[in-house]
């Protein structure tokens, strides 16, 4: 199953993110133990998280995004979704 590489730029201020924020990593939480979120994290230093991914294809994981409590509060400005030939490492193939 192809990896992706998924980037949030956050257009929201940080203490609105903070009130949705449970809902979100709640989210994740789910993805995780369905084996779908391999790792996620905010980056240090600006408003944006790094997302990886297992996903049949860039519009399933396009749409389960889109259920994203903070896609849902349209807290994230900008989206990308990049298909990851990952190595090396634990989530190469």
Not at 17 to 35: F, I
């Amino acid at each position: 199953m192809p990896v992706y590489a998924v980037n949030y730029f956050y257009a929201a201020a940080e203490e609105h993110l903070a009130e949705v924020r449970p809902q979100h990593r709640a989210w994740l939480t789910t993805q995780l133990e369905a084996g779908n979120l391999l790792a996620s994290g905010p980056m240090v230093g600006y408003p944006a998280a790094l997302l990886i991914w297992r996903a049949d294809d860039v519009e399933a994981l396009s749409a389960l995004l889109d259920q994203d409590p903070f896609d849902q509060a349209n807290m994230i400005g900008e989206r990308t979704i990049s298909e990851w030939n990952a190595i090396f490492g634990p989530f190469s193939s």
